[in-house]
Nanobody
Framework: QVQLVESGGGLVPPGGSLRLSCAAS????????MGWYRQAPGKQRELVAA???????NYADSVKGRFTISGDNAKNTVYLQMNSLKPEDTAVYYC??????????????WGQGTQVTVSS
């Protein structure tokens, strides 16, 4: 069993910043990638940003240049720095981790979600 603990969401005015963090613990042999997804009311969950163990990153076009994902392999933690926030960034943000339970056996887990609201 793997647990993901997310933190850092909240209410921020347009143009503001927030930093999300997600720490993974439990039965993990190795984490291969971590990422952040979001889901706004009435919309499908979408990828925001992801980072591999080796440090390769991938961003949604809508957040490029504003959001930065980073990871700490030693702490099994991923961060999402969100700058220049817009009202359309309002959503529940979910952490996802892809890992090996043991060598070659893949699995993934989701966090409980943290609300980000951008509003004046």
């Amino acid at each position: 069993q793997v647990q993901l603990v997310e933190s850092g969401g909240g209410l921020v005015p347009p143009g503001g910043s927030l930093r999300l963090s997600c720490a993974a613990s439990g039965r993990i042999f190795r984490i291969n990638a971590m990422g952040w997804y979001r889901q706004a009311p009435g919309k499908q969950r979408e990828l925001v940003a992801a980072i591999t163990r080796e440090g390769s990153t991938n961003y949604a076009d809508s957040v490029k240049g504003r959001f930065t994902i980073s990871g700490d392999n030693a702490k099994n933690t991923v961060y999402l720095q969100m700058n220049s926030l817009k009202p359309e960034d309002t959503a529940v943000y979910y952490c996802n981790v892809q890992y090996w339970v043991r060598l070659g056996v893949r699995n993934d887990s989701w966090g409980q979600g943290t609300q980000v609201t951008v509003s004046s």
